[in-house]
C-alpha cells in the first residue's frame, strides 16, 4: 500500500505563484510515475502534469509554460510550482503515483488551490 500527502495550497491572487509537494510512504516501486490531477467544483478530475521515475515531465495543454513538475526520488516526494496563476486553475488538486509494473495507481486527499481574481 502506498500512502500520498498534499501540502502548499492554499488563497493567491490571480498572476501569483504556488508550490504543491506531495510526499509517498510505504510499499513504493523504483519504476512509478508521480503528478498531479485536479477537479473544479461540478467538473471531472483533469490531468494536470506527471513525472516518470527518470525525470522525464509531460504536462496538459493548459498548464504547458507556467508549471513545472519535479521530483525528489530520494524523499519520493513530487513537486507542482505553479506561476501565473488564474481563476481557471482554481481547483482541489490531487496527487497520483502510478506503479508501472502493475498499473496500480494510487491517490491523495487532495489539497484546495483557490485563485482570486
Known amino acids: 500500500q502506498v500512502q500520498l500527502v498534499e501540502s502548499g495550497g492554499g488563497l493567491v491572487q490571480a498572476g501569483g505563484s504556488l508550490r504543491l509537494s506531495c510526499a509517498a510512504s510505504g510499499s513504493i516501486f523504483s519504476r512509478n510515475a508521480m503528478g498531479w490531477f485536479r477537479q473544479a467544483p461540478g467538473k471531472q478530475r483533469d490531468f494536470v502534469a506527471m513525472i516518470a521515475s527518470d525525470g522525464t515531465p509531460n504536462y496538459a495543454d493548459s498548464v504547458k509554460g507556467r508549471f513545472a513538475i519535479s521530483r525528489d526520488n530520494a524523499k519520493n516526494t513530487v513537486y507542482l510550482q505553479m506561476n501565473s496563476l488564474t481563476s481557471e486553475d482554481t481547483a482541489v488538486y490531487y496527487c497520483?503515483?502510478?506503479?508501472?509494473?502493475?498499473?496500480?495507481?494510487?491517490w491523495g486527499q487532495g489539497t484546495q488551490v483557490t485563485v482570486s481574481s
Open positions: 497520483t503515483l502510478v506503479t508501472l509494473v502493475n498499473g496500480i495507481q494510487y
